[in-house]
């Protein structure tokens, strides 16, 4: 094992049992969210939406005081991304030497009720210009290149029904019954949970595999392929153009067709 493999190893082993934990952090015996509301001044109690973008950040907020704990334990300190569209939101840089650097996205989602093995999924970062041009500082707090691993701390959760208009005292703060709950908490690479497929509209985002399973295990398109292959591949996605059945020219936007190009029927021919 190269020392940058093994430096990446270690991190990545501290990162999941540190995941592990955060489980407790989050949610409460019974599974329900551990923040409830925001408190005023009069202790008043007002419930939080289940908005996906202020469940999103207030996770964050939650979360951050253990991040801080971890890279301390680590021997690591936090660059935070300087901007809000920035990549990624926390940069570690090992104290020792600063030329050791992993990215981490926090990342949410909720489980979908009709059908619950699958999630909403995620969008893991730009595939534009900071993603190919690996020495760009465009959006990116660190050249693309500069980090040892690309990771997320992701977050699964089902959405319940409730009265987020309805304020409560203080007191009652154990009666509130949390808008979100039945957390996942996991850790994995950007390219073992990557799909093959944009993960937003018409931006230019990597989107994930909407598998719960195979998120949680870090089991996307590319496990068998490696992270080479999904480099190469959303590096050049939606670029190389050939010619389909009828003749006529497409672009290329899916693995099987990816593979076929570069001269290889399955996942596992090419990996071998």
């Known amino acids: 094992m190269t020392q940058y493999a093994s430096v ?10 540190f995941v592990e934990d955060l489980q407790h ?10 923040v409830k509301g925001f408190i005023d001044i009069f202790r008043n109690v007002y419930t939080i939406s289940g908005d996906t973008k202020i469940v999103s950040k207030i996770l964050e907020i939650h979360l951050f005081p253990k991040i801080v704990e971890f890279a301390a334990v680590h021997d690591y300190i936090i660059v935070l991304a ?3 569209n920035y990549y990624p939101d926390v940069s570690f840089v090992s104290q020792r030497d600063e030329r050791i650097k992993f990215a981490l996205d926090f990342k949410t989602t909720y489980r979908l009720p009709d059908k619950p093995h699958l999630c909403n999924g995620f969008t ?14 465009k959006n990116i707090q660190f050249p693309y290149s500069h980090y040892m691993g690309h990771f997320c701390l992701g977050i699964i959760y089902s959405r319940y029904n409730s009265d987020e208009t309805r304020v409560y005292a203080l007191d009652d703060l154990q009666a509130i019954t949390s808008v979100i709950g039945d957390f996942q908490v996991f850790v994995a690479e950007k390219w073992e949970i990557a799909s093959d497929s944009s993960g ?4 230019a985002n990597i989107g ?6 195979d998120l949680v295990h870090g ?15 959303w590096c050049n996605y939606g670029k190389i153009t050939v010619l ?9 936007r899916s693995l099987k067709d990816f593979l076929a190009y570069r001269g290889y029927g399955t996942p596992s021919e090419a990996s071998q």
Request: net charge positive; aromatic share 10%; charged share 30%.
């Open 200 to 203: 937003s509209g018409n931006t």
């Open 219 to 233: 089991r996307g398109v590319f496990k068998l392929l490696g992270e080479n292959w999904f480099d190469d591949y």
């Open 25 to 34: 952090h989050v949610s409460t015996e019974n599974r329900q969210r551990t």
């Open 8 to 17: 990446k190893d270690d991190f990545k082993q501290n990162l999941q049992t």
């Open 82 to 84: 300087e901007h809000q």
């Open 124 to 137: 893991l970062g730009s595939h534009g210009e900071y993603f190919i041009n690996r020495s760009s500082r």
């Open 208 to 213: 994930s595999t909407k598998v719960i399973d």
């Open 244 to 252: 389909n059945e009828t003749g006529q020219v497409k672009k290329i």
